[in-house]
């Protein structure tokens, strides 16, 4: 899979969990994990701030931060319950005998980009996938993603964003567009792409909370929206059973 400079992992030196966003990922786990004594891995956790705000809520919880950059993890606050492991999506089996209540992804399937459109599909469904013997019997998998619906052909905005993202000769221009992952490119799906991979890779979607449509108000914007073949843009949170 191709990997993201020190440079453009900079950028997401930042929590994206704000409290709006956080409220259903808790109401998930208050039902679920009623007495909040549970563990957790969240994949590309990077700086480690949505753990230690897991962790905050719950004082019970323990929790493992993985991530395959070691400038984002050297960001992570030192707790006794929390541990930081260099590592890779593609190699969770790598963690060996451990099992968690929950797996987190957030916003990190979009970024599992390989040369071709087609196995960057297949990088999320082997991600999803790896993810299941990790969990243990009572085992949920949170996601939240960006949801990129296309107007008439509901993958194409997707592909479009991919081939365009993953450009090397054109990644200063896409980047001056508001790409900073151009070059090495994302691969965000629409809300019914993300549904065919997580029941491929054999999963329940128990919960799914949808965030409000992001505005595109700028002429420019719409423009490039129009181009790219957007409908419209929305966040949303996929709790998933086994």
């Known amino acids: 899979?191709?990997?993201?400079?020190?440079?453009?992992?900079?950028e997401f030196d930042k929590e994206y969990v704000n409290d709006s966003l956080w409220a259903p990922i808790k109401r998930c786990m208050d039902r679920d994990f009623p007495d909040g004594d549970f563990s957790f891995l969240d994949v590309g956790g990077?700086?480690?701030?949505?753990?230690?705000?897991?962790?905050?809520?719950?004082?019970k919880a323990?929790?493992?931060?993985?991530?395959?950059?070691q400038l984002l993890l050297s960001r992570n606050r030192q707790t006794p319950r929390k541990q930081a492991i260099i590592g890779d999506v593609e190699n969770l089996e790598r963690l060996g005998e451990k099992?968690?209540?929950?797996?987190?992804?957030?916003?990190?399937?979009?970024?599992?980009?390989?040369?071709?459109?087609s196995q960057s599909r297949e990088n999320i469904d082997r991600a999803l996938r790896a993810s299941k013997p990790l969990?243990?019997?009572?085992?949920?998998?949170?996601?939240?993603?960006?949801?990129?619906?296309?107007?008439?052909?509901?993958?194409?905005?997707?592909?479009?964003?991919?081939?365009?993202?993953?450009?090397?000769?054109?990644?200063?221009?896409?980047?001056?567009?508001?790409?900073?992952?151009a070059g090495v490119g994302v691969c965000f799906l629409?809300?019914?792409?993300?549904?065919?991979?997580?029941k491929r890779a054999g999963y329940r979607i128990f919960d799914y909370t949808n965030d409000d449509v992001w505005l595109i108000p700028k002429m420019k914007a719409r423009m490039w929206a129009t181009f790219l073949h957007i409908g419209n843009i929305r966040c949303g949170h996929f709790w998933l059973s086994r």
């Not at 899979?1 to 900079?10: A, D, G, I, T, Y």
């Not at 209540?101 to 040369?115: E, G, K, M, Q």
């Not at 296309?150 to 081939?163: E, F, K, Q, T």
């Not at 629409?190 to 997580?198: L, P």
Request: contains cysteine; positive net charge.
């Open 1 to 10: 899979m191709e990997q993201l400079s020190n440079e453009q992992l900079k």
């Open 46 to 59: 990077g700086n480690g701030v949505f753990a230690d705000r897991v962790l905050a809520a719950y004082p």
């Open 62 to 69: 323990t929790g493992v931060v993985l991530d395959n950059s």
């Open 99 to 117: 099992k968690f209540d929950i797996v987190f992804f957030n916003w990190l399937l979009h970024h599992l980009v390989s040369r071709t459109y």
């Open 135 to 181: 969990l243990t019997n009572r085992g949920r998998v949170s996601i939240y993603e960006n949801m990129y619906n296309g107007v008439l052909i509901d993958g194409l905005a997707s592909w479009i964003i991919y081939r365009l993202t993953t450009a090397k000769t054109i990644a200063r221009l896409v980047k001056k567009g508001g790409a900073n992952t």
């Open 190 to 198: 629409s809300y019914a792409q993300w549904c065919f991979s997580i």
